[in-house]
């Protein structure tokens, strides 16, 4: 008799990419965690630990490493997407940020002038959004 197999307990993640935009070009980092993402590049990312709004999210310790206290601008939020794997069901939010030509941040990311084709191998949810950035309807901020 043929035996069944147990399913893959799947748990939920909830990433919030930043995609931040200065002078035309967007921020990425490379990733570093062994995992099936390693060696890809992606948006800079706060993981939290359940559905996050951004009034919450602007006052995380990663969001202050990243900015710390100078002005950025909150351009588009889009609704969260689904993204399922094996063993996690990811719900990717992306949060579009612009940055003043003057503001510094302190991370080692490589920049992509967003009018250039990307060149460098990203993971299938950071490609999607790429791609379809202009079809998905975002969610206004007034923040």
Known sequence: MPVKKRKTKQSFRYFNYLVIEQNNSIFFYRR????IWKNLFEFPLIETTTDT?????IQTKEWLNLFGKQ???????????????????????FIH??????????CNFIK???????KIPVSRIIEK???NVTSIN??????
Not at 32 to 35: C, H, I, L, Q, V
Not at 138 to 143: A, E, G, K
């Open 53 to 57: 709004d951004i009034a919450q999210l």
């Open 129 to 131: 959004h790429i791609d």
């Open 112 to 118: 992509w002038n967003k009018h250039e084709p990307l």
């Open 97 to 106: 940020v612009s940055l003043h030509k003057s503001v510094k941040i302190s």
């Open 32 to 35: 570093r965690n062994k995992d």
């Open 71 to 93: 002005p950025v601008v909150i351009t588009n939020a889009f609704p969260p997407v689904k993204h399922v794997l094996s063993h996690h069901i990811i719900m990717a939010r």
């Open 138 to 143: 975002p969610i206004s901020t007034n923040q």
